[in-house]
């Protein structure tokens, strides 16, 4: 939604900011600024958040201020400690305003999450977006606003698409839809339904329907949540048809709970388990259990109606095995990085650029954050992604490796878990007995490239 120049003036914001001291759009004049509405709770803010990470990491030298408005959707995403969470777990370094009392929500007459707004070198409001999607177009117009403020800037290409279902002949199907457990606006599909503002017993038996949750136990009903209480056994079950299930979970009267997930019936397998899942021992099974703060268990029965979703066109078979990696380019005096895999490693000896796996559902800034603090105990500053490849190995197993510069770390380097590490010039890679993954980008920057 493009809105035409001088028309609307953006409200002032907030008094309590992460990440910056306050600002004002009166003093930002002179400067673009993207104000995108969140909730670290809501997955659609989720999946936006490494494009608005990008554009503040590619523009913020050029003219461009970004800003994070918190508007919480539930009671518990008000407290600040929780939202400090969410920006460290998302990597989030721009400037973040609280908007708890939904103070800036209602003076951008705004009415959904995400949204982002562009505003103009003069204030003005420029370019709304509703949703996800449409990074292309809100990257162009942020191109246009700062060539209004230097027409002789140099701008990078637009991005790739950071997400594979963003990308040109990826296939999505239709995926399960948002499901609310609170009363207010939840769908449960016991008979009955809710028993509201109370506490009750709950039972269910037969065959359960999409987009409708069922409860056993005996639980407490609520506008905003549903929170299992006293002694037993508490289930909930879900169908969906999507590539991964998120569930926001929380418990306020003790200091542990445990979590039992079951996807049809079965515990969780090593593959399906994301980074908050932990494995133990049960009755000769491995069990997936995650841990929170809380009192009680619950189980939650996870019945998978299709395939995986966002898959490519081209081999979808494929497309689901393959391992996605992420890997730092540190970047200090001219010179990079590499490590050294230990003997006991797979490919032992071999040498590669820091990094790991991306967990399920993890946005691949954060992944590349905490892998480069377990490896090298540094808290980095995720710059731009400068290459993405994908690669077979003669085996069969695909990776698909996206890079990304680090210019900026606090803390010293250390090795944490290497053989060895080095620094070394780029045009002295190709000595190294690199991953045959990496070579491909090895030789380009040996040639000068991409730094």
């Not at 999607?133 to 002789?152: S, T």
């Not at 296939?171 to 839809?177: K, N």
């Not at 980074?275 to 997936?288: C, E, Q, V």
């Not at 990304?404 to 002295?428: S, T």
Request: with cysteine; proline share 4%; aromatic share 10%.
């Amino acid at each position: 939604m493009r809105v035409d120049k001088g028309k609307v003036r953006a409200p002032e914001i907030g008094r309590v900011w992460l990440n910056s001291t306050p600002l004002s759009f009166r003093q930002l004049r002179g400067r673009a600024v993207l104000v995108d509405f969140w909730d670290y709770t809501c997955m659609n803010c989720i999946r936006t958040l490494p494009y608005v990470q990008a554009w503040h990491e590619r523009y913020r030298d050029k003219g461009l201020t970004v800003i994070g408005v918190h508007t919480p959707e539930f009671t518990f995403a008000q407290y600040e400690s929780n939202v400090e969470r969410g920006i460290r777990e998302f990597g989030l370094t721009y400037p973040i305003v609280i908007d708890s009392n939904r103070e800036i929500w209602k003076a951008f007459a705004n009415r959904y999450w995400p949204t982002k707004y562009l505003l103009d070198k003069d204030g003005y409001l420029r370019f709304g977006h509703f949703g996800e999607g449409g990074y292309g177009e809100c990257e162009q117009v942020i191109q246009e606003l700062l060539r209004e403020i230097d027409p002789a800037i140099e701008l990078p290409p637009l991005m790739e698409p950071l997400r594979e279902e963003h990308r040109m002949g990826a296939v999505c199907y239709r995926a399960s839809g948002e499901l609310n457990l609170g009363n207010r606006c939840g769908r449960i599909g016991n008979e009955g339904g809710f028993k509201e503002d109370q506490i009750a017993d709950y039972a269910f038996t037969g065959k359960t329907e999409e987009n409708f949750f069922y409860a056993t136990g005996r639980w407490a009903s609520t506008a905003e949540y549903f929170e299992a209480v006293e002694s037993g056994p508490h289930t909930l079950r879900l169908n969906y048809e999507a590539a991964a299930v998120n569930l926001v979970m929380d418990c306020q009267h003790a200091s542990e709970a445990e979590v039992v997930l079951l996807q049809d019936g079965k515990p969780l397998a090593r593959r399906q388990a994301t980074r908050d899942t932990r494995f133990r021992p049960s009755a000769g099974a491995r069990t997936g259990t995650a841990l929170f703060r809380g009192r009680g268990g619950v189980c939650i029965y996870l019945h998978q109606l299709c395939g995986s979703c966002n898959q490519r066109a081209a081999d979808s078979q494929r497309a689901q095995a393959m391992k996605r990696v992420v890997a730092g380019l540190i970047v200090k005096d001219g010179k990079l990085l590499v490590c050294q895999r230990t003997r006991h490693q797979t490919m032992p000896l071999k040498w590669e650029f820091p990094g790991g796996k991306i967990e399920q559902g993890e946005p691949p800034r954060a992944a590349l954050r905490r892998e480069l603090e377990e490896e090298l105990g540094i808290l980095a500053t995720i710059g731009d992604e400068v290459r993405r490849i994908q690669h077979e190995y003669p085996n069969g197993g695909m990776v698909e490796l996206r890079f990304f510069i680090v210019r900026e770390y606090q803390k010293e380097i250390e090795n944490r878990i290497f053989r060895d590490i080095q620094w070394a010039e780029p045009q002295a890679l190709p000595a190294f007995d690199f991953l045959e993954a990496d070579l491909t980008l090895v030789n380009e920057l040996a040639a000068g490239k991409l730094l």
